[in-house]
């Protein structure tokens, strides 16, 4: 037996000690792999979450920016003064609505900034879109339910709709018998008959509409005809047409609403009531010239036989049997008119007024006292007969330059306080005053050249007397739109889009607001995360952090 080089002690230690494989060592790495592995995806999780939670903080913060927004405007419209005196112009302002900061919260200082801005498109008088900072004027367009509610034959309201572009008779002839009250169909329209036909069958709605896009119910319309080619509804063409097409959503409405009120908030003269003796009182208070307050007072109190048509050049016409109801060329009276002057007007007034207990005969419209006189006394035992006239002031074009504006502010021929809404001629696109009955081509066309010159918030421009004063546009036709055109609005749209100077996520929505004589009420609110993001709406881009 050879000995261990260690000898016994040597051998000793090796005694028992086989040698085994490391499988410990493996399956331990194996643990430790897997232990990382699932470390890894629960930390990978919570920074996913982490980001998806920041991600709907972030959205949640210029949602909210985006609301404000909204309320933003209200609060705008809630003080006409401010609106007027400040702002100015409230359809395109970046300085008042661009880049607006929502206040950060004082408990949260390290908070994001968040802005909001509120934007619309609005169409071009020579074609194309301009997307500007600004409210946009429900007023300006054409109100379905306005006309169908001042015309309910529903012939107003398809001729203005035969203006639309791309639109046809028979999409107009559906459109009136889809909101009129009756179930009797139009030439080339439709009734529940037709529409109870269908796969999907329903009845038309013979009644007000709540949203247009309740128009997509009609036979006919589609929502390539509604809103266009622009579906982000930014005024950029992102169906690369080559071409943009808002639709009819830039012409049409449902919303609307105007209280006769004058430009001050108060309720204007209703010169048909029955205290005349309050009336003339009334139009001496409200600033209006002392005799032409006393002679629409003279006009109502000396007769219908006693007013007198006057010719533009100042010539005796015919004498009136009945105004509001077209004059005929009667036979020239014998008599001789005797002018006589304020003084006397006001004193025949007053002595009259004295010995009345009646109101005296209705006023349509103050626009029927242009180019009239009013006889105050005949002396019909002179010869050849005299008889004292009063002139309208209106006769003369500079005086009713001045006084109309006041006249159509201050004065009102009908009791009802809620009006059927008119069409605002000052924010109208022309396709929208194309439509208004008896109005040319050539009529638009010099309205709209002189309408950028008028005055904004004047009452020249908030009664739309100016289409008159300064449009060239004639008496009568000015008389027979008076019903359908007026120079204010109560009720705007708007886009508010949210967002976060340094980029991430912007949030839109829009809303339909009205003003209601300073308690602005918000009638319609929706959020259009529905909508694509559109490209030209990078409002980050213009601020500086």
């Known amino acids: 037996m050879t000995p261990h080089p260690l000898g016994n002690q040597g051998r000793l230690r090796g005694i028992g000690r086989d040698p085994r494989p490391g499988y410990v060592l493996i399956a331990v790495l194996i643990v430790i792999l897997v232990l990382s592995l699932v470390a890894y995806r629960f930390s990978d999780a919570m920074v996913s979450e982490l980001r998806a939670g920041v991600r ?39 300085a008042y609505f661009q880049d607006i900061p929502v206040p950060l919260d004082p408990t949260n200082p390290s908070g994001k900034q968040a802005y909001f801005s509120i934007i619309h498109v609005a169409p071009l008088t020579g074609g194309g879109y301009q997307q500007r900072f600004g409210l946009a004027d429900e007023g300006g367009k054409i109100n379905i339910n306005a006309l169908i509610a001042l015309d309910p034959t529903g012939e107003t309201l398809y001729n203005a709709l035969l203006k639309l572009p791309n639109m046809t008779p028979e999409i107009a002839d559906a459109i009136v018998d889809w909101v009129d009250s009756n179930e009797d169909t139009r030439p080339n329209g439709a009734e529940s008959a037709y529409y109870r036909g269908l796969a999907q069958p329903y009845s038309a709605k013979n009644g007000p509409l709540n949203t247009l896009d309740e128009l997509l119910l009609v036979k006919g319309v589609t929502p390539q005809l509604l809103y266009g080619t622009d579906r982000n509804r930014n005024g950029i063409d992102d169906e690369n047409a080559g071409w943009v097409d808002r639709g009819w959503s830039d012409y049409l409405t449902v919303y609307g609403r105007e209280v006769n009120v004058d430009s001050s908030g108060i309720l204007r003269i209703w010169i048909n009531g029955d205290d005349i003796v309050g009336i003339y009182q009334a139009l001496l208070n409200s600033g209006l010239d002392a005799d032409m307050a006393a002679y629409i007072v003279a006009v109502k109190i000396f007769g219908s036989n006693n007013l007198l048509r006057v010719t533009d050049d100042g010539q005796i016409q015919s004498q009136n049997k009945g105004m509001g109801r077209g004059m005929g060329m009667g036979k020239q009276q014998q008599e001789v008119y005797v002018p006589v002057g304020a003084e006397d007007l006001i004193s025949a007034v007053e002595a009259r007024l004295a010995t009345i207990a009646t109101s005296g005969r209705a006023i349509n419209s103050v626009l029927d006292l242009i180019n009239t006189g009013i006889v105050l006394q005949r002396n019909s035992r002179s010869n050849p007969p005299q008889s004292l006239v009063y002139f309208s002031p209106l006769n003369d074009p ?14 009102s021929t009908r009791e009802a306080v809620e009006m059927i809404p008119r069409l605002n001629v000052n924010t109208a696109s022309r396709e929208a005053l194309l439509g208004l009955p008896g ?12 309408r950028d010159n008028i005055v904004p918030f004047s009452l020249e421009a908030m009664t739309g007397a100016w289409l008159l004063t300064e449009a060239g546009l004639s008496v009568s036709k000015f008389r027979n739109l008076e019903r359908l055109i007026t120079g204010t609005s109560m009720v705007y749209r708007v886009e508010v889009v949210g967002y976060f100077a340094e980029g991430g996520p912007t949030a839109r929505v829009e809303a339909v607001i009205d003003s209601n004589l300073g308690a602005p009420r918000i009638l319609y609110f929706r959020d259009l995360g529905d909508l694509d993001q559109p490209r030209a709406y990078s409002p980050q881009r213009s601020i500086n952090p």
Not at 63 to 89: C, F, K, M, T
Not at 398 to 411: H, Q, S
């Open 56 to 94: 709907s903080a972030d959205y949640a913060q210029v949602r909210a920016a985006a609301a404000s927004g909204v309320h933003y405007a209200a609060a705008l419209l809630a003080d006409p003064e401010l609106l007027a005196l400040d702002v100015g112009n409230p359809y395109d302002n970046p």
């Open 398 to 411: 500079a005086r009713r330059a001045e006084l109309l504006p006041v006249l159509l502010d201050k004065i």
């Open 439 to 450: 109005l040319t081509e050539t009529d638009v066309d010099n309205i709209l050249a002189v």
